[in-house]
């Protein structure tokens, strides 16, 4: 019989608007003795540990009236280099995902792995810029739908869910909860799994929970019927190859460094899981389109907030407060 496991569940947000006020004030006074009080600063503060680069600081006012040739050209200089140690550092000191500080800054203008496919189909000569705003300025996307807060509050309860049925299948298995991976290889990606998951059967891999509200009632027989993300062939339901979930869960693989992922699709009353695996061919066909979108579109961005000046006044970094849902 499987032994027994535990799931250590998300934390709650801290408050949005003090943290917030706690981020500006270490950009411009990192020193200052209220961060070496306040949790989640008081362990950045305190700590010698190198994490990787805050791609904020990227940011120089004097390239603001610059175009964007100048800019492209200027990208090809910068060099974004995470280290091994950086990156396993990072990862185990962001296992509170939203509730670190350190968390949200690691994201910032980095390509996360939920926004993979939407990077890999937008334009670059002319980006959405919604999602140069989700990636470059998280804390300027609310999300707070009935759909994102469903997802939100339920997630607990499909893990549960999923550990209890994976329990009960693989010999020692285990879910932990997982920080904000880096891969050395590719540092400007970035990936934050539901978990990770491991059992002496099979190894370890990564946990992505899904649950959609516009199926929140279906049952498995009324899913056949629905245009979702899965698709059934031959009896079997599994995760369309062409949805932007397939891209975020390939994504976390390359970045995490795992060879499968539990892709679990949860509603009231049933539970899909679907076990998928490393997509190399896939990764090799997308990923120099996703460097390239980083290299033309968020590099002049960050440099010089290329593509929202016009739209916004920002001045400087913005702050990177938590949001509702990881991104």
């Known amino acids: 019989m499987p032994s027994s496991s535990k799931v250590v569940e998300k934390p709650s947000l801290i408050d949005e608007a003090h943290l917030c006020f706690l981020q500006k004030l270490q950009r411009v006074h990192s020193s200052s003795a209220i961060l070496s009080m306040e949790d989640p600063f008081y362990k950045i503060h305190s700590s010698n540990t190198v994490y990787p680069k805050d ?12 175009d964007l040739p100048y800019l492209q050209k200027k990208a090809l200089d910068i060099v974004i280099e995470v280290s091994q140690q950086e990156a396993d550092a990072l990862a185990k000191a962001t296992v509170k995902q939203a509730k670190s500080i350190l968390w949200h800054q690691s994201r910032l203008g980095r390509l996360t792995a939920s926004n993979f496919k939407a990077v ?3 334009s670059l000569d002319k980006p959405a810029l919604s ?29 549960k869910a999923y550990l209890k049925s994976s329990m009960e299948k693989h010999l020692n298995f285990n879910v932990s909860t997982a920080g ?3 891969n050395p290889e590719y540092p400007q990606f970035g ?26 009632d279906c049952t ?28 975020q869960v390939q994504a976390q693989l390359h970045i ?16 899909l899981t679907e076990r998928i695996s ?50």
């Not at 995490?256 to 539970?271: A, H, I, K, P, S």
């Open 256 to 271: 995490v460094n795992r060879q499968y992922c539990d892709f679990v699709l949860w509603t009231n009353n049933t539970m």
């Open 55 to 66: 791609l904020s600081k990227l940011f120089d006012e004097s390239l603001m009236d610059m």
């Open 180 to 182: 904000f991976f880096i």
């Open 278 to 327: 490393k997509d190399d061919d896939f990764w090799r066909q997308n990923v120099p389109i996703a460097t390239s979108f980083f290299r033309l579109v968020l590099l002049p961005e960050l440099m010089a907030k290329y593509f929202t000046r016009a739209t916004e006044s920002l001045q400087g970094p913005a702050c990177s407060a938590p949001v509702l849902v990881r991104l």
């Open 120 to 122: 890999c189909c937008t």
């Open 131 to 159: 999602l140069v705003k989700r990636i470059c300025y998280p804390s300027k996307v609310k999300l707070t739908t009935r759909a994102v807060q469903w997802g939100c509050t339920h997630e607990g309860t499909a893990r």
């Open 220 to 247: 498995k027989e009324q899913l056949y019927d629905k245009e979702n993300c899965m698709e059934c062939i031959n009896g079997q339901f599994s995760l369309k190859r062409t949805h932007a979930y397939y891209y």
């Open 191 to 216: 990936a934050s799994p539901d978990g990770i998951v491991e059992c002496d059967c099979c190894g370890e891999g990564c946990l992505e929970i899904k649950c959609p509200f516009c199926i929140r």
